[in-house]
């Protein structure tokens, strides 16, 4: 290998921290969720100390998630704004999945992917928040009737299934989508990866002082 | 003398009467359950008849009293039901009877002799002996200064109308008895129970 | 103690529950019927629930009506509820004990997600496990009869357990034991229904034209029965749901959510795999390095 | 009762009335619902406001408290002038024929013989038969004589017609005509309608006339000793009948016996007025044996110190000028002249009238000794309650013992209830803390007293000392060793009347029952009806065999039941005169040609023919029932209405003569009762299920099923005063002010009275300022001190009051 140019920088270390936060509530609220969910799945209460402490845990995670993730929404919102380029880019969703991402207009951070991801995520989150509030019915058991608390349920299930697919095709793309995840371990990414996944983005970053 | 229900069932012999409305008694529904979630908390206690404190229908109960087993451990009452055999109630209990546990429970009732001096705000603890020497003490007081032997006329009246008496109308025909006895060798007029009010 | 005896269970919440063992005979239904005709709201069915299942409800305040709890608490798994009801010139003081109904087909069940914490027997009691429950609600949303409560101190649900421990030895529950009026029966189910019959006979003959019983089939039926005076209109009665079903939200929720979700979460995790193997990985070549170098030069030498 | 609680389920009709059986006795009405499931029978309810026994009911009829008389004369009135009544039962068993004395009449409210300035009916001579020469009554078997008693009867009644039973009760015509049809269909043979009845009725200044009118209603229906028939009292405290027949009173002793008065210097003047004398050919009764029971008596209470020689102890007992019932023992108390107060667990300070009173009384008292298991009001008098119970501990002087009772499983004994049924109790563990059986506080009580008139003497000590005391314990006599005393004794060996040669019983032996009793010092038995109740077979107050072989309730050879095992009153009557049962269903006790037979016991000789005309009313001298009480009753032979002592508009009927003029009131309460002008609101008091008079306040699970006193009103007062369900009001009345909550109900109808609406409000009577439930100001803070005039019980269930809304009590939480 010969030499390249340094690492670009991606994401902060508070951006980071933060992701990695998000991450982990939303992966222990998926398990705890899912074990309360499907009786299959109850199994994984065990890993929370009995389904009653999993029954405690998950709200209070589902705080840090929300606390967490907003913080991740006012960083990023902004870079998540849709363009006439994500529209074009979409319509050529088809030329990505095949690995074959030529020819589509240059991506500033954000491909149309990663940003229906966000919001796909910033929405249901937000979703989930609410719902999940209605169930909590250790405090807020008397401010709704009974049929909220179901139709909450039934939000809060659909919601949380929709999270935990973005979250597949999040974690996926991660995966598929090699140097992708040292941008969120090591904040950087090589100037390959800029240049082909996020060329607009790399113009910016390189000329930046 | 605890005569449990069983035991009587044999003295009696009683030809009970076909259908026991308070109990509309089925076997056999339970069967599927031998280990239920729940155990059955009146396996060993005492069953002891009685009637209930309260009404003058006079109902049935049966009282059910345990001990922690330990030396010298008093038993306690632990449950009040109706009694299926008695035909007044049929096993049946008003919300007073059903609940009448909470009586002999009471944190209100009375444990000790208590005493009042004049003036004060306060009952203090006192022995049954202080207690019965003292009343005895104010009722001879009393009733020597103020009984009536003879009336204005002359006539022998024999009657005591400075103190007066308001009897129990829960307490036993035995106790009563024995209170109208006591009480009436006294010559006390003033004596009365709870028949009107 | 905790250990049910699976054969003894019709139905296990969050679990699947063999068949009873063959050659055991099938446990007989039983049914609690409440006449609410015969019901003069005295409350005994109260006390000695509250006496028998040694339950402490704090001592509260009257509203004004006789309603004492005013509703169902983790303390009184049975409350009277008063209305008064005029038509025209005439007044009738209905009086519903009011409590759980033990479906058949209980939404709680359905509905609780924890395994074992809710059970039905074979007779058709539906009980409360408290050890393994995990005091989530659920129960609440999955009853259409709004009776469930949960604990704020012990943080689990309670509801009348049709006193499965006295039904175990032969005993009638405490309620109906109690009842001075027998406007509470218990028996097997076939004779509670047998009973409503003669009931209604005599209701109608009165000029209550409409006396039923309140068996509703939405629930698959109930262990615990209605003899209602005005059987048309269950909803008098202080809000009797008159026609109570699980709610399709929970169905949908219990129901049709669970399989479909993880097929689509397990739908998703193969698309990703089978995208791997297929496909393969996106990776950076080393065109793609070079050509950053070459921007980020070029730009240099701008 | 005459009839028993198990009989209400023969009953056809089912009237319940001046009371409220499905809330104070639920298991009794238990036997209505059996009753209305098995025997078809439909229950009508009469009452202020609908009850819990309204909502079970197929007739509710609304009426004005206080104006049962008016209602039942009009029901009479009905019953005379359609012909519904059962005539043969009414010529056989009533005075209806009986010619009453010339000279009596009513005229203006009054009957004859009324002496307006010591304000009662000095002189009742008229209110009486026609006698012959051989001083038998009079009769006029066709009925035609002006003055025979049913005459008069219709006569009397005749002004009660249903628009003025609607004008005086404000019961609407149909509604009451309804009443009236459905009562009349037990006139005859075949049905049978039964009285439930309780304080209802007898809290008022008109009480016993309350009972007695419907006691005529059923005699007029042939309802009386029939299956399911009667008039029954349902009795309130669980041995109130026990503790009643044992004269636990100012003014009898045991058995229904009366105590000498003043007037009886000896024991043959006592015995003059009391010996038996019948008025019909033929007729016996109980109290031709009075002397016997009389000296068996008085052998249970001072054994060898009565003797012949001294009239068996006959100075022994007090001689009585007046009655010293409760009203007057509060009266003496306010005015001074007591000294000294027992409070056998009865908790006056809330159960007399007019709590100011009582209080003002008890702080009179220089010592007062409560004996009860429980906390009372009574006992805490002298504390300072705040606005529930204002009191200044330091100017209240009274000495207060408590002492503490076992009670209910904690100790054992006999009990009779409603039906005077015996039954005995067992005991399943101690009492708490240190607290005694009541046996033992009166005998520890009784034995001090003993030994210190032994030592010291002192005024009359020869009852006291003389006491009989022969237990085995004498600080502790057992139950058994009591009830056996109560039943009685042969103190010498009997000779048996047919053979003299032969002993019957042996001295020692029990007595097997009443009928052997004598009157020669050689029998003991503390109280005639009870005897039997322990023989030399056992104590029969324990049997329990709850076979029932003729299916009609009776239970022969369950408990032990007075007088004689008897467990229907008058049963000879549910025969015709010949002995003949009146119908195949009401069938009870036949003659079969020798003997009378059936399930139970019969009400004389089993083997007194019917040719021999013996009336089955064997404890009146004329062995029938009295539509025309003679001069029995201290307010009128016949019923009248007259207006509750707070009076809601001058009576109808005799507007000068408005409410009852026999009524006794105290100098001191004369400006205590109130007017419409002020107090516009007709008020009642009752009890709750949920509740036992004010023992249960102290029991949790009570208090959590009725935590707070509250006041019931109907919407139409409500909205006049601005009220809702739930906000706190001041009810007032002449004697006092209470707070509660209001309770707004459908409910409470106004009532229709004199064409104008009538407000009605409702007040329980269980909570205190003591107890588990929510303080509150006791109820009788507004209660008038007056009381019916035959019995003086409290007039507590009519009473003028006015209502506002207001603030909370000082010291309870504003926010329920």
Redesign the interface.
Known sequence: MSEHIKPVSRYTTGARINHWITAVSLILLALSGMALFHPSLYFLTGLFGGGEFTRVIHPWIGVVLAISFLGLFFRFFTLNLWNRDDTVWMKNLGAVINNKEEGLPEVGKYNAGQKLVFWGQSILIFALLCSGVVLWDTYFATYTTIDQKRLSAVIHALCAIGVILIWIVHVYAAIWVKGTIRAMTQGSVTGGWAWKHHRKWFRQEVGKP | ???TRRQ?MK???????ASS?????????????????????LEKA?E?????????????VL?Y?ATDGSKDA????I????DS????????????????????H????????????????K?ERVT?DF??????????E???K??V?K?R?G??????????????????????????????????????????? | ?????A??LRRRSASSVPP?AAG?????A?AKLIDVSKCIG???C???C???NQLDQPIGYTDGTYDNPTDLTTASWTVMRFTEYEHGDDLEWLIRKDGCMHCDDPGCLKACPAPGAI?Q???GIV?F?SENCIGCGYCLKGCPFNIPRISQTTSKAYKC?LC?????????P?C?????T?AI????KD?MIAHAGKRIVDLKSRGYQNAGLYNPQGVGGTHVMYVLQHADKPSLYAGLPDNPHISPLVGIWKGVMKPLSLAAIAFAGAFGFLHYITKGPNTVSEHDEAKADELAAGKDRA | MTNS??DIKNADVVLIMGGNAAE?????F?WVT?AKANNGAKLIVVDPRFTRSAAVSDLYAPIRPGTDIAFLSGVMRYLLGNGKIHQEYVKAFTNASYIVREGFKFEDGLFAGYDASKKSYADRSTWDYEFDDQGMAKVDDTLQHPRCAINLLKAHVARYTPEMVERICGTPKDKFLKVCELMATTANGERSMTSLYALGW??HTTGAQNIRSMAMIQLLLGNMGIPGGGVNA??????????????????S??GYLVLPT?KE?TFADYMKSRAFKPIRPGQTSFWQNYRKFFVSQQKS?FGAAATKDNDWAY???????TA???L??VD??AGG??????????N?LM??PNKAKVQAGLAKL??M?I?????TET?HF??NHGEFHNAD?????????????T????????????SR???W??????G????????Q??????S??RA??TK?G???PD??V???WAYAKPAH?E?VE??K??NGYALEDLPNPADPTKVMLKAGQLLPGFAVMRDDGKTSG??WI?TGVYTEAGNMAM??????PTGL?I?P??GYSWPANRRLLYNRASADPAGKAWSERKKYITWNGSRWVGGDVPDYAPTMAPDKSVGPFIMNQEGTARLFARGAMPDGPFPEHYEPMDAYIANPLHPKVTTNPAVRVFAADAKSFGTPDKFPIVATSYRL?????Y??K?????AV?QPEMFVEMGERLAKAKGIQNGDWVEVSSQRGMIKAKASVSKRFRPIMVDGKPCDVIGLPIHFGF???TRKSYPLNTLTPPV?DAS????EYKAFLVDVKKTTPPASSPAVA
């Open positions: 003398m605890a005569v009587f003295v009696s012999a009683a030809g009970l009467a409305v308070g109990a509309l008694g089925f076997i056999g529904a339970g069967e599927g359950l031998a280990a239920g979630v729940r155990p059955f908390r005492t002891t008849r009685n009637t209930c404190p309260y009404c003058a229908v006079a109902c049935g009282v009293s008093k038993p306690k009452l449950h009040v039901e109706g055999d008695n035909p007044i109630n049929r096993g049946t209990l008003c919300p007073r009877g059903a609940a009448s546990l909470g009586f002999a009471s944190p209100n009732r009375l444990q000790y002799p208590m005493h009042r001096k004049p003036g004060t705000n009952f049954w207690a019965m020497e003292r009343i005895a003490k104010l009722a001879k009393d009733r020597d103020n009984f032997t009336n006329d006539v022998t009246v024999n009657r005591w109308l400075t103190t007066g008496f308001f009897a129990g109308s829960s307490c036993s025909n035995e106790a009563g008895y024995l209170t109208y006895k006591a009480i009436r060798s006294t010559g006390i007029l003033a004596l009365e129970d709870q028949a009107r009010i | 103690m905790s250990v049910l005896q054969l003894d009873p055991k005979p099938a446990a007989v039983v005295c409350k005994a109260q006390a000695a509250l006496e028998w059970v027997y074979t007779n009980d496990v357990t499965s421990d006295r039904v175990v030895v032969g005993q009638a405490a109906a034991k109690a009842c001075p027998q029966y218990f028996g097997t004779d | 609680w198990n104070a006795h639920p298991c009794g238990k059996e007898t809290q349902l009795r309130g405290h669980s041995n109130v009948q026990g503790i009643t027949d044992f004269a636990l009173l100012s003014t002793t045991p003043e210097t209470l100075d022994y007992l007090p001689k009585f000028d010293y019932d409760v007057k023992m003496m108390m002249q007591m000294n000294g107060l027992f409070c056998q667990g009865l006056i159960a007399a220089k010592w000794v004996i009860d298991p429980l906390e006992a002298w504390e501990p330091k100017a209240i002087q009274t000495e207060v013992f408590q002492l503490p009772t009670a209910y499983a904690e100790d054992e004994g006999s009990f009779t209830n409603s049924v015996i039954q109790h067992w005991k399943a563990v101690d708490p803390g240190e607290s005694r059986s009541d046996i506080i009166i005998a520890d009580l009784h001090r007293l210190l008139y010291e002192g005024a009359f009852p006291i003389n006491t009989t006599p139950p009591l009830l005393e109560i503390a109280c009870y049997r329990r065999d709850a076979s029932d309730g239970h050879n369950w299920a949920e509740h036992f008079h023992w249960t102290n029991v949790h699970d009570n099923l003591i107890g588990l009381g019995v003086n019980t409290p």
